[in-house]
T-cell receptor
Framework: DTGVSQDPRHKITKRGQNVTFRCDPISEHNRLYWYRQTLGQGPEFLTY????????KSRLLSDRFSAERPKGSFSTLEIQRTEQGDSAMYLC???????????????FGPGTRLTVL | AQTVTQSQPEMSVQEAETVTLSCTYDTSESDYYLFWYKQPPSRQMILVIRQEAYKQQNATENRFSVNFQKAAKSFSLKISDSQLGDAAMYFC????????????FGQGTELSVKP
């Protein structure tokens, strides 16, 4: 079990540019979550997928944000026209819904730290 | 709406001593999960311990244990025999079946361990 991986680990961009992050969940996990964490705060939910279906989006996810999980495996989170307020750590997590003692426990990746200049 | 509150922004403990981190939550649901996650500086968030609300027995994982008081909506984490590697930000989190799958996190407690 290789754990949740995220790429890139760090991204520096200029205001107005588009960025895309990737998350690879634990292989047998059917749920994938995106969170945003600013310095000194707990993570805030953005969106989640069950298999390839996006089941919920937070109001934090403005129309500049889009997430996909095209084949129910990896996911991408794209931010268009980045703003300085988008600077944060973007965390991905995965879980297995519907079986076993570890059901509904979310396991986190290392995160992608975004800095918008 | 469900909320999670950690009232201790910072805590300190002497190595080998015991420390308790506090967490309270607000919910109208009867079935849910509670978690403690640990986030070392610049490192990955990892699961420390999990508690199912329907279980009366408090969860334990080696040196980590919880005091789950469902009626009081309290979920504290006790770390025994503290080690230098326990220094981290600790987050309490709530998961409810009616929450659309998301975890709701507290603000975190930064734990330092003194040698």
């Amino acid at each position: 079990d290789t754990g949740v991986s995220q790429d890139p680990r760090h991204k520096i961009t200029k205001r107005g540019q588009n960025v895309t992050f990737r998350c690879d969940p634990i292989s047998e996990h059917n749920r994938l979550y995106w969170y945003r964490q600013t310095l000194g705060q707990g993570p805030e939910f953005l969106t989640y997928f069950q298999n390839e279906a996006q089941l919920e989006k937070s109001r934090l996810l403005s129309d500049r944000f889009s997430a996909e999980r095209p084949k129910g495996s990896f996911s991408t989170l794209e931010i268009q026209r980045t703003e300085q307020g988008d600077s944060a750590m973007y965390l991905c997590a995965s879980s297995l819904e519907g079986g076993g003692a570890s059901t509904d426990t979310q396991y986190f990746g290392p995160g992608t730290r975004l800095t918008v200049l | 709406a469900q909320t999670v509150t950690q009232s201790q922004p910072e805590m300190s403990v002497q190595e080998a001593e015991t420390v308790t981190l506090s967490c309270t939550y607000d919910t109208s649901e009867s079935d849910y999960y509670l978690f403690w996650y640990k986030q070392p500086p610049s490192r990955q968030m990892i699961l420390v311990i999990r508690q199912e609300a329907y279980k009366q027995q408090n969860a334990t994982e080696n040196r980590f244990s919880v005091n789950f008081q469902k009626a009081a909506k309290s979920f504290s984490l006790k770390i025994s025999d503290s080690q230098l590697g326990d220094a981290a930000m600790y987050f309490c989190a709530y998961y409810g079946y009616n929450q659309g799958g998301k975890l709701i996190f507290g603000q975190g407690t930064e734990l330092s361990v003194k040698p």
